[in-house]
Structures are given as C-alpha cells and as structure tokens.
C-alpha cells in the first residue's frame, strides 16, 4: 500500500510541479545532443574501428526506437555523419562535446527538482563531468556494438561452421541487440540517479524508480508506436510532422525518467519518516 500511494504521490508530482514541461525542455536538449553526439561517435569510430563501425552503432542505436521515430531521424543523422568530420583534438571537437551535453545538463537539472537538492558544485565542475559523461558513454557503446562485428569474423577465422552458423541465426543476433540496449539504458539511468544528480543516493535507493522507467517506457514505447500507426501528425504539424514526432517521444522519455526520481525520493522519505527523521533525501 506504501509503494502504491508513493507511486501516486510521484504521478501526481509530475503535475504539481510542473514536471511535465520540465520534460519538454529535456526532449528539445536530447534532439540539440542528438545530432553532436553522432558527429562525436564517428569520430570516435574512426580511431577505434573506422566508418563501418560507426554505421552499425547508429543503426542498432535508432533500433531502440518506434519505426516511425527513427525514419525522421535516421536520414539527417546519416546526412551529418556522413558531411561532418572533426579532429576529437581541436576546438572543433571541444565545441561538438560541448553541444552533446545539452541533453546531460538538462537532465541533470530535471533530476535534481526530483530529488528536491540543489547543485553544489560550480558550472565548470558540472559541464566537465556531462562531457565525460557523454564521452565515456560514446566509447561503451562502441565497444558493445564492436562485439557484433568482430565475434561472426572470429568465427570465420576459427573455420567453425557450427559456430558460424549460431551467430548468423537472427534470434541469436536480436538477443545480442537487446542485451547491449538494456546494458547501455540500465547503465545511463543508474549513472544518471547516482552520479549525475546532486547529493547520495545508494544503489539500493535509486533501483525501485530505475526499473519503474525501464517498465513504463517499454509500454508507453510500444502504445506510441501503435498510436503511430493510424494517426496522421502532418495534419497539425505539416512538413515539420516527423521532428514533432521524434519531439514527443523524447518527451515521453523525459517523463518516465523524471517520474523514476520522483518514485525514488518518495520512498527514501518514507523510509526516514518510518525511521523517526525527517531530513532531506540527498542527505542520507
């Protein structure tokens, strides 16, 4: 009954505190980041496994979404990707780190209104860590992607016709697929909860809303992708229906993230209520 009425309480925080816009403006900063932080993953690519390497990762990265969101974005993502090269050593590459972390600082914003802390560290502490944030995240997922291409070439080498054929089957690669998108989400959220918002937070505090996210983002994922399906945005929204679409989706995103936090501060202050305090969630 606890857990249900804290559930509640965070839906009902959403409103009350103007989350849902808060949310908006998270949806604007991931389609500024989007387009940087591609730029930055072929360059990345480039010094670890070249152009090929790039292609795939977008690809599987745009797999995650609703069809309908990924083929308003999957043709300008290419278009850059393929136009834009930068030196990761110059001002150039400083500058295209600096837009990818749009999304990470708004984020971090939106997260800690949750939380209800306050950022006690300067700007320039903060955008550094968003950087290396979005940096470190950009190499993990290259590294995961690299196992799909790398493990079918090994295989050739070792001339194991079983083997080959395991690793050709498309139930062993989509389950592959899956296991680095849950890997990468489940490791964004839990660093986003831990290390991005302000104050502590245990692994033990923050689980409840990290799996709450995972949950209803999978349901609102697939309902927006059937809703898709019979609903003509460029009614309403013209020849700008496809950024709508993507916009709506991130949007989405954002509100089962912040609703995560909002679960996680509603628990851990009824623990402290429970326990006979009553002080700050970031301060445990």
Known sequence: MKQNWSLLTAIYHLYQHSQFSMAGAVAFSFVVSL???????????GILGGRELADVTVTHLFDILPASVAKGLAPQVEEIMTNSRIDLMTIGGAITLFFATSAVETLRSALNFAYR??????????????????FVSAIILLVLTSTMVVVP????RFNSPI????LDS????????????????AGQLFAAHLYLAAGHRTLKQVWPGIVLTVIVWLAAASAYSYYLGFSNYSRFYAGLSQLMIALIFFQLTAVVIILGAELNRGLIEFKKLRN?????AAAE
């Open 35 to 45: 387009f940087p932080f591609c730029i930055l993953l072929g360059s990345l690519a």
């Open 117 to 134: 802390v306050t950022e006690d560290k300067p700007y320039i502490v903060c955008l550094l860590i968003s950087m290396l944030h979005v």
């Open 153 to 156: 070439t090994l295989a050739e």
């Open 163 to 166: 083997l080959q054929s395991f």
């Open 170 to 185: 498309s139930w062993i690669q989509s389950g592959l697929l899956n296991v680095i998108v849950a890997v990468i989400i």
């Open 276 to 280: 006979g305090t009553n002080q700050p």
